[in-house]
């Protein structure tokens, strides 16, 4: 072997779950292939059951360039995509995209050159939300503002450090492979649930700010109160599956929903007083919302409140709602960590 083939970066295979994803999927794709990445790359798309436009974009996008690929994924279910674009794929590093997400220049080089820096089994960036219209830059305000995410790290930046969670990934293969991939009960917050595994195998979770990834907000109210209903639904879940994972941040929005229930309630029935907790929450997402929507359009700015209340709102009330059962279902699945092959964790932290 020559220094040349030596130094030749590791293949890369790029995978993607879609469903209905026509409006952004070949945006998706295309800032995938326009990585200048010295090393090989594959592209793996798993298709669920469309109703849209998909597919027929997806077939395009195999024409038009051979590093494409595309694999069934009858259930359209995340997970499942995941695992049969994983089976599908033969390179050594793994990188998740979503349908509706958009590398940033330069993403898979920097990402190759963190796992190689830091020994970790996965690292991630930030998840940067960008609107196409007013509604859509409200809600990436909101996603990207402390009063409507708390500090998650993904969603508004911070210093590289340990985690243990990251948005999307990009792994190496044997740390998937040795954990046996994502496990399919998890049809939200998969990407915790595995992150978990590969931490209590004594893998490495990396978070770098230099990485980040554009990502597309849902389009309407309906569509984000859906989404954030399914997070808070889920987030339940994982409390549950893993004791002592909660923190204030993830109680925060389901004490609010009590706390503005109790007050709605108190206010007809008994006192106005009653209405002093949710006119004091309105009027701090009405403050909050003025940082938040700085160098937006005023018609942006002014649906910023909105889309705080139906985050918060919706995920709370996934919380409080989320059955016992749906955990009961997934304990039952729980897949206990793969011991082998990784390296200490404390010395890949002090090796970054």
């Given amino acids: 072997m020559n220094a040349k083939s030596e130094a030749q970066p590791p293949a890369v295979s790029v995978i993607m779950p879609v469903l ?4 952004h999927l070949r945006e998706a794709v295309q800032a995938i292939l326009r990585q200048e990445y010295a ?3 594959e592209v793996v798309v798993a298709l669920g059951p469309s109703t849209d436009r998909t597919d027929e974009i997806a077939a395009e996008l195999v024409s038009e360039d051979p590093r494409v690929h595309t694999v069934p994924n009858p259930t359209g279910r995340t997970p499942a995509a995941l695992n049969a674009a994983i089976k599908a794929s033969r390179h050594p590093i793994v990188v998740r995209v979503d349908g509706h997400a958009a590398l940033s ?4 080089t920097t990402a190759v050159r963190l796992l190689e820096e830091t020994g970790a089994m996965n690292v991630g960036g930030i998840m940067h939300a960008e609107g196409q219209n007013d509604w859509e830059h409200a809600v990436a305000a909101a996603m990207t503002s402390k009063i409507g995410v708390g500090n998650a790290a993904f969603h508004t930046g911070g210093e590289a450090q340990q985690a243990e969670t990251v948005y999307l990934g990009v792994f190496r293969r044997e740390a998937l492979e040795q954990q046996g991939g994502y496990n399919e009960e998890f049809i939200r917050a998969q990407d915790w649930e595995l992150n978990f595994r590969i931490r209590e195998a004594g893998g490495l979770i990396w978070f770098s700010p230099e990485l980040k990834v554009s990502y597309r907000p849902r389009p309407s109210v309906k569509a984000l109160a859906k989404q954030y209903k399914d997070y808070g639904r889920w987030r339940h879940v994982v409390a549950r599956y893993h004791e002592g994972s909660i923190n204030l ?3 925060a929005p389901p004490t609010a929903v ?4 109790a007050g709605v309630v108190v206010g007809a029935a008994l006192t106005p007083w009653g209405f002093v907790i949710p006119g004091g929450y309105l009027a701090a997402i009405a403050a909050g919302s003025v940082p938040a929507g700085k160098g937006l359009p005023f018609k942006a700015r002014l649906q910023i409140p909105v889309a705080l209340a139906t985050m918060h709102m919706s995920w709370g009330w996934g919380f409080l709602t989320s059955p016992r059962s749906l955990a009961k279902k997934v304990i039952a699945s729980r897949r206990p960590a793969v011991l082998g092959g990784t390296r ?3 010395e890949q932290a002090q090796g970054a």
């Fill in 344 to 346: 200490d964790t404390e």
């Fill in 258 to 261: 009590c706390a503005i229930a």
């Fill in 20 to 23: 209905n994803e026509e409006r």
């Fill in 105 to 108: 220049a330069g993403y898979i």
């Fill in 249 to 251: 941040r993830y109680l």
């Fill in 39 to 41: 090393g090989e790359m």
